[in-house]
C-alpha cells in the first residue's frame, strides 16, 4: 500500500455506492482511484469532506464520468488522502449521486462492466424496490454510547408501528427494513446496515414517543443499545435554536415518508396545488440563506421528468433553505419551495448552527446525518412510486 492511501479494496467485495458511503460518512477528503481489468482508463472521484466534487474517466468529466464507474462490477479502488484543490464540477451530495446512480443503473442506462454473479428465480416486488434504493450505511460506530447488545434473529420486528418506545439502537451487523402499514398492505421503504440508526429523535426531543414505522431484521441483527439518559442529557444542553431545527429535521422525515405513502397508495394529484402557490426557491438555483417559518406555509416539491412530487409541507418553526452544514437532498439543488400568501419568515444564524453542529458527541453527530441520509433516500422512494402512478394505465 503506499504511503497516502487510507483505504484500498475490491469492487465485488465492495461496491462504489458502498465505498462511497463509508468514505462520506467519515468526511473524507482526497482522491478515489478505480480500475477494472474491462477499460484501459482509471477512473478519478475526487472527495471534500465526504462529498464527491469533480470526476474523470478518460476525456469524460464531471457526473457523466461518476455515473459510468457506479457500472464497474469488479476490479479495485484505492483512497488517497491528499488536499482536493479542483473545481467543484459536482453539485449533487453523495447520497443524490448514489440514488441516481442505481436508478440508472437498473433502468439500464449505465452501462454494466464486468461479470456478475447469476441469481436464480425471478426476482420480487421488494428486489426490484430496493434495487433503487441501496442499503443505508453509517460511519465507524462510536460505542462510548453503547450500554447493552441485543440480537435479532432474521423476520423478527424490532419495533412496531403505532406501539410506543423510547429505545435508540445503532446497528453494529446486519441489515434492517423500515416498514410503513398502509391502506394498500405493508410498504417496505428503506433498508440501513451497519452503523445506521433505529429509532426516533422524538424519543430524545419528548421522551414519549409513538413508532411512526415497523423495522423488521432482514438477516440476523446485532445493535447495539445507545444511552437514552445521556442523548438526552446532551440534547438538553443545546441552544434553543439548535433544538428547533432538529425538531424540524424529524418532522420534515416522518413528512418524507408519508408523502412516500400517499404515491404508493396512488392519492392526491399536486399540479393544480402548486400552481396555486407562490414560487420562493426555484429548484437547482443558488441560495447561500436558511429560513424559518414564522407565520403560513411551505412546500417541498420536487420536479421530474414525470411531474411535479411533494415532499414535504412546512409550518411555523420550520427551517428551510440551504443549511450548508447538511444536505438532506431537498433544497436547493434537488427540490424547489413554493409558499402560501400568508408566508412569513426570518433567518436563522447559520454560523452558530454550523458550530454547534460540529460539537457534538460523535454518537449525536451520526444520529443527526443519518436522519439526512434517510430523507434524501425516503425522497427517491416517493419520486419512483410518483413516477410508477404516472406510468400507470
Not at 471534500?48 to 464507474?69: I, K, W
Request: net charge negative; proline share 3%; glycine share 8%.
Amino acid at each position: 500500500m503506499k504511503k497516502n492511501t487510507a483505504f484500498s479494496g475490491n469492487l465485488s467485495f465492495l461496491s462504489l455506492a458502498d465505498v462511497l458511503q463509508l468514505l462520506g460518512s467519515n468526511g473524507s477528503t482526497g482522491l478515489l482511484r478505480l480500475k477494472t481489468p474491462q477499460r484501459s482508463e482509471v477512473g478519478s472521484i475526487y472527495l471534500a469532506r465526504g462529498n464527491p466534487v469533480d470526476a474523470s474517466l478518460g476525456r469524460v468529466r464531471g457526473l457523466e464520468a461518476l455515473f459510468a464507474m457506479f457500472g464497474w462490477i469488479n476490479g479495485e479502488f484505492e483512497f488517497r488522502l491528499e488536499d482536493v484543490t479542483c473545481e467543484n464540477v459536482i453539485q449533487k451530495s453523495r447520497m443524490e449521486v448514489i440514488l441516481t446512480a442505481l436508478k440508472m443503473l437498473d433502468d439500464g442506462e449505465i452501462e454494466t462492466v464486468g461479470m456478475a454473479e447469476e441469481q436464480d428465480g425471478e426476482a420480487s416486488l421488494d428486489d426490484e424496490h430496493f434495487a433503487v434504493v441501496p442499503v443505508i450505511k453509517g460511519p465507524l460506530i462510536d460505542y462510548w454510547y453503547i450500554v447493552d447488545e441485543e440480537n435479532f434473529e432474521a423476520g423478527t420486528k424490532i419495533v412496531e408501528q403505532g406501539k410506543h418506545g423510547n429505545w435508540i439502537w445503532v446497528i453494529l451487523e446486519g441489515v434492517v427494513e423500515i416498514r410503513k402499514e398502509t391502506n394498500r398492505g405493508t410498504l417496505p421503504i428503506l433498508r440501513i446496515g451497519n452503523g445506521s440508526f433505529v429509532g426516533s429523535l422524538a424519543s430524545i426531543i419528548s421522551g414519549r414517543n409513538v413508532r411512526s414505522a415497523t423495522t423488521v431484521a432482514v438477516d440476523n441483527v446485532q445493535l447495539g443499545v445507545l444511552d437514552s439518559q445521556r442523548l438526552a442529557n446532551e440534547f438538553a444542553q443545546l441552544s434553543p435554536e439548535f433544538k428547533d431545527f432538529l425538531a424540524s429535521l424529524d418532522r420534515r422525515l416522518r413528512q418524507v415518508t408519508d408523502k412516500a405513502v400517499e404515491a404508493f397508495e396512488k392519492s392526491g394529484q399536486i399540479e393544480e396545488f402548486v400552481a396555486r402557490q407562490d414560487p420562493l426557491i426555484a429548484q437547482g438555483a443558488h441560495v447561500d440563506e436558511g429560513f424559518v417559518i414564522t407565520q403560513g406555509e411551505a412546500f417541498v416539491v420536487r420536479e421530474t421528468p414525470g411531474g411535479d412530487v411533494l415532499l414535504a409541507d412546512l409550518y411555523r418553526g420550520d427551517f428551510f433553505g440551504n443549511m450548508s452544514f447538511l444536505d438532506i437532498g431537498h433544497e436547493p439543488n434537488a427540490a424547489a419551495i413554493y409558499s402560501s400568501k400568508t408566508l412569513e419568515t426570518r433567518r436563522p444564524n447559520l454560523e452558530v448552527l454550523e458550530r454547534e453542529f460540529n460539537e457534538l458527541s460523535p454518537t449525536f453527530h451520526n444520529f443527526i446525518e443519518h436522519m439526512a441520509h434517510c430523507i434524501t433516500a425516503t425522497s427517491a422512494v416517493a419520486c419512483e412510486f410518483m413516477k410508477k402512478k404516472t406510468n400507470s394505465p
